[in-house]
Every structure is written in structure tokens, then in C-alpha cells.
Antibody, heavy 120, light 110 residues
Framework: QVQLGESGGGVVQPGRSLRLSCEASGFTFNTFGMHWVRQAPGKGLEWVAMISYDGYKKHYADSVKGRFTISRDNSKNTIYLQMNSLSSEDTAIYYC?????????????WGQGTLVTVSS | EVVLTQSPGTLSLSPGERATLSCRAS???????LAWYQQKAGQAPRLVVYGISFRAAGIPDRFSGSGSGTDFTLTISRLEPEDVAVYYCQHYGTSPPTWTFGQGTKVEIK
């Protein structure tokens, strides 16, 4: 079965950096686009970034453009999110999510998330 | 960019009742790229419906999606206690590619 496992979250000071990882299993990883979606405490869902199956296409939400970078290593079945210049507004649970079969329109599997807290 | 507005904010119903959740888009969605997710407390979201009306794998048939243009609906025909959750609608826009969520509707049991 499909499994997604995020790691790398923690407490970080404003202005600092953090890198999240998401290891996948149970499907042919190098044929699916992958996403990061976040959820601030007590708030709704916000899409953050997407990377195509081959890593060549990347898209970002305006709120993170220029600060966050999504990447993937298909040899390790893993995607990453490099987060720079963090602020308190980036405090959230970060989920990785798999693109639905046959399209990139929705997310059919999600990890359990990793919590990022930006605080001094 | 399409903005999705969900209503009501909270829906409180008795078991066995019909739940109707609304998602209104700021402009017409002609692509059919509208999905719904269920998020139970302390859990990750789960895909319920995609492509407006296609149930995801493992979703009971009491869940159904419908709509067109700017108005979309998720219906739970007979509410069960395990359906208590926050439900989000989501749209995929193509130019540029963006994935947008509504603010959510909380479904409670009376």
C-alpha cells in the first residue's frame, strides 16, 4: 500500500532554514508528481509546492515563492522541501501528498505530516 | 486565481440525516477539476471525491459529489458518527498550475 513519511520538522528561529523530507513507498514513485501542503495550527489547508514526476517542472504558491525549493531524488523515492528565510507565518504541519493516478488535479494519498514551528 | 468559498461553516446534524456541503467558486470551473477531502481530528486529509463526482477508493457510497459552473456540493446521504470531520473542497487551476482549497466545513453530530 502507498505510504508517505515526512521528517525534518522542528523548532527553528525566524530567518533560519530547514529541510523537510518525504519518503514514499508502495507505488512507482518516478511516475507521479508530488506535493507539499501545509496547515497552520487550527487553520485550513494551503498548497505549497509541486514537483513533476521527473523533477523538471516545479510550481510554488506565491506565499513561498523565492524562499522554498522543492526537489526529488527518484533513486531514494524521496522528495524534499528546502525552506529558507522562515517566518512565524510558516509555522504549520507540512504534509507531502501524491498526485492522483492519471492526472495532477488532486491528491490521493497523504503522509501524516511533520510540524514546523518558527519561533525565537 | 479561483477562490473557493464553503458553506456553512459548521453543520450539526443527527445520525441518519442528510448532510449537504456547498463549495462556491469565484469563477466558473469548466475543467471539472474539483475535489473534496475529509479531515478527521488529528489526522491527515483523505480524498473523498475527485473530478466533481468520482468517489475515491474505499469511500462509502453514501458520499456523493455534484455540481457545475460555480456551485458544487458534497452530499452525505445518511450521516454516520464516523463522518464527523472537516471537509475541504479543492480546485486545480491550469494557468499557472495552482491547487486551491476552500476554508472548510465542519460536520458535527447532534
Amino acid at each position: 500500500q502507498v505510504q508517505l513519511g515526512e521528517s525534518g520538522g522542528g523548532v527553528v528561529q525566524p530567518g533560519r532554514s530547514l529541510r523537510l523530507s518525504c519518503e514514499a513507498s508502495g507505488f512507482t514513485f518516478n511516475t507521479f508528481g508530488m506535493h507539499w501542503v501545509r496547515q497552520a495550527p487550527g487553520k485550513g489547508l494551503e498548497w505549497v509546492a509541486m514537483i513533476s514526476y521527473d523533477g523538471y517542472k516545479k510550481h510554488y504558491a506565491d506565499s513561498v515563492k523565492g524562499r522554498f525549493t522543492i526537489s526529488r531524488d527518484n533513486s531514494k523515492n524521496t522528495i524534499y522541501l528546502q525552506m529558507n528565510s522562515l517566518s512565524s507565518e510558516d509555522t504549520a504541519i507540512y504534509y507531502c501528498a501524491k498526485t492522483i493516478v492519471g492526472a495532477q488535479t488532486a491528491f490521493d494519498h497523504w503522509g501524516q505530516g511533520t510540524l514546523v514551528t518558527v519561533s525565537s | 486565481e479561483v477562490v473557493l468559498t464553503q458553506s456553512p461553516g459548521t453543520l450539526s446534524l443527527s445520525p441518519g440525516e442528510r448532510a449537504t456541503l456547498s463549495c462556491r467558486a469565484s469563477q466558473s470551473i469548466t475543467s471539472g477539476y474539483l475535489a473534496w477531502y475529509q479531515q478527521k481530528a488529528g489526522q491527515a486529509p483523505r480524498l473523498v471525491v475527485y473530478g466533481i463526482s468520482f468517489r475515491a477508493a474505499g469511500i462509502p457510497d453514501r458520499f456523493s459529489g455534484s455540481g457545475s459552473g460555480t456551485d458544487f456540493t458534497l452530499t452525505i446521504s445518511r450521516l454516520e458518527p464516523e463522518d464527523v470531520a472537516v471537509y475541504y473542497c479543492q480546485h486545480y487551476g491550469t494557468s499557472p498550475p495552482t491547487w486551491t482549497f476552500g476554508q472548510g466545513t465542519k460536520v458535527e453530530i447532534k
